[in-house]
């Protein structure tokens, strides 16, 4: 972002293996205040000639910006913030942008035929049968909200479960808190019915996984790259690791030494160009 004219810069610099160099897109001044920061943005094509970018950059508003026909950005006001806790995902089987509310109660989306947001309510036709320990262990989590599309055209609703950690120091009787940081619990993972949009509580995904971060959600075939593990979902962030769906099983990939918190915790998806 380039903070005298609040104008955007989007580049593929850290995917090396897209172009022998790298293309910059550039869009128009946002129009308001340049000390904002991105956070979350999506694109319905990687072409800068016909492409729609999505971003995120208050908690309640979505800005949308169409290269082949806009000079400046549409600002959309959202009833409900969106916060950190939703990633804004854009499904080529739809031609559309999916996002949920803060609480994961409603699911907001534009269509790229459509200057309208319009909002359904989440409808879960079951739900994860699990010990009532364990749910009230899931309450004291934060719980970020991922849509994400197979490359078949599948749509799922991933949960995403953390729970806040600290180390206490003895500091002459005193007890303060030395350390905070996160740890991943679980995921609940929701296949959503192409009929009735229902979402249903699923720990098989097939040959598929799934990968979380700051970055826009995506899945990938296991079996068309050596060494994944399917029916799992491959995460980063609140550390670095994987989530074996049938047996609920974390994988941290954390060596000795390494940060709790990953300051660039982004997945780069190989297939997206």
Same mark, same amino acid.
């Given at each position: 972002? $380039?903070?005298?004219?609040?104008?955007?810069?989007?580049?593929?610099?850290?995917?090396?293996?897209?172009?022998?160099?790298?293309?910059?897109?550039?869009?128009?001044?946002?129009?308001?205040?340049?000390?904002?920061?991105?956070?979350?943005?999506?694109?319905?094509?990687?072409?800068?000639?016909?492409?729609?970018?999505?971003?995120?950059?208050?908690?309640?508003?979505?800005?949308?910006?169409?290269?082949?026909?806009?000079?400046?950005?549409? #600002?959309?006001?959202?009833?409900? %913030?969106?916060?950190? +806790?939703?990633?804004?995902?854009?499904?080529? =089987?739809?031609?559309?942008?999916?996002?949920?509310?803060?609480?994961?109660?409603?699911?907001?989306?534009? #269509?790229?035929?459509?200057?309208?947001?319009?909002?359904?309510?989440?409808?879960?036709?079951?739900?994860?049968?699990? %010990?009532? +320990?364990?749910?009230?262990?899931?309450?004291?989590? /934060?719980?970020?909200?991922?849509?994400?599309?197979?490359?078949?055209?599948?749509?799922?609703?991933?949960?995403?479960?953390?729970?806040?950690?600290?180390?206490?120091?003895?500091?002459?009787?005193?007890?303060?808190?030395?350390?905070? #940081?996160?740890?991943?619990? =679980?995921?609940?993972? /929701? =296949?959503?019915?192409?009929?009735?949009?229902?979402?249903?509580?699923?720990?098989? !995904?097939? $040959?598929?996984?799934?990968?979380?971060?700051?970055?826009? +959600? /995506?899945?990938?075939?296991?079996?068309?790259?050596?060494?994944?593990?399917?029916?799992? !979902?491959?995460? !980063?962030?609140?550390?670095?690791?994987?989530?074996?769906? %049938?047996?609920?099983?974390?994988?941290?990939?954390?060596?000795?030494?390494?940060?709790?918190?990953? #300051? +660039?915790? /982004?997945?780069?998806?190989? !297939?997206?160009?």
């Amino acid at each position: 972002m $380039d903070k005298k004219d609040s104008s955007l810069h989007l580049t593929d610099l850290c995917k090396p293996w897209v172009s022998s160099s790298p293309r910059v897109m550039s869009l128009p001044s946002l129009g308001f205040d340049p000390c904002v920061t991105v956070k979350q943005v999506s694109l319905s094509s990687s072409s800068p000639d016909e492409c729609t970018v999505a971003a995120n950059f208050s908690e309640s508003q979505l800005s949308v910006c169409r290269t082949n026909c806009d000079s400046s950005w549409t #600002h959309f006001k959202t009833p409900f %913030p969106l916060l950190q +806790a939703s990633d804004l995902m854009y499904s080529k =089987r739809d031609n559309a942008f999916y996002f949920a509310s803060n609480k994961g109660l409603y699911m907001g989306s534009l #269509h790229l035929s459509s200057n309208k947001l319009k909002y359904q309510e989440l409808r879960f036709s079951s739900l994860p049968k699990f %010990p009532e +320990a364990e749910w009230e262990m899931l309450d004291t989590c /934060f719980m970020s909200k991922h849509f994400v599309e197979s490359p078949s055209g599948e749509l799922f609703f991933v949960k995403w479960y953390r729970q806040f950690l600290h180390k206490e120091n003895n500091n002459n009787g005193r007890r303060e808190v030395e350390d905070i #940081h996160s740890k991943t619990r =679980r995921f609940m993972v /929701f =296949r959503q019915d192409d009929n009735t949009k229902a979402l249903s509580y699923t720990q098989d !995904i097939g $040959d598929l996984c799934i990968f979380l971060g700051k970055s826009e +959600a /995506f899945c990938l075939s296991a079996s068309l790259y050596p060494g994944l593990k399917p029916n799992s !979902i491959y995460y !980063i962030g609140s550390g670095l690791g994987s989530y074996h769906l %049938p047996s609920g099983t974390v994988r941290p990939y954390n060596p000795l030494g390494s940060p709790k918190t990953l #300051h +660039a915790p /982004f997945w780069l998806d190989p !297939i997206s160009s």
